[in-house]
């Protein structure tokens, strides 16, 4: 195995080990995509959100008492969610009640949570 000198210390290059790595490595969209989805988690309102409707479902005025926030606040940020794909409505009479859109964003939730309270 060749040696070459890398970051000050001595390398030893793994060209088999690279070259899978590399063929492993999924199409950039997908981690782009990734990253995008990452950015949603970013915001701490949103993540508010997010463990409110682990709950279950709410109305927006039911978030927005919960939070202490305002229900203006509260749809914006649920737009960003919905059209992110993360939570998901539907209308009963004049009440548009919002959850979760599937049991993904509650364990990507959860492991956020287990992994910063570790």
Not at 103 to 117: G, K, L, S, T
Request: proline share 2%; aromatic share 6%.
């Amino acid at each position: 195995m060749e040696e070459h000198i890398c970051c000050g210390g001595v390398h030893h290059e793994h060209p088999e080990l690279t070259e899978k790595l590399k063929n492993l490595m999924p199409d950039e969209q997908y981690l782009y995509d990734a990253a995008e989805l990452l950015k949603i988690f970013g915001d701490s309102t949103r993540i508010r959100i997010i463990f409110v409707l682990c709950q279950g479902e709410l109305c927006v005025c039911d978030i927005a008492e919960t939070l202490n926030m305002t229900q203006s606040a509260i749809s914006h940020q649920l737009r960003v969610l919905k059209q992110a794909r993360l939570v998901k409505n539907r209308r009963h009479g004049k009440t548009i009640y919002y959850s979760l859109a599937d049991d993904h964003v509650q364990r990507i939730f959860f492991c956020a949570m287990e992994h910063v309270m570790e």
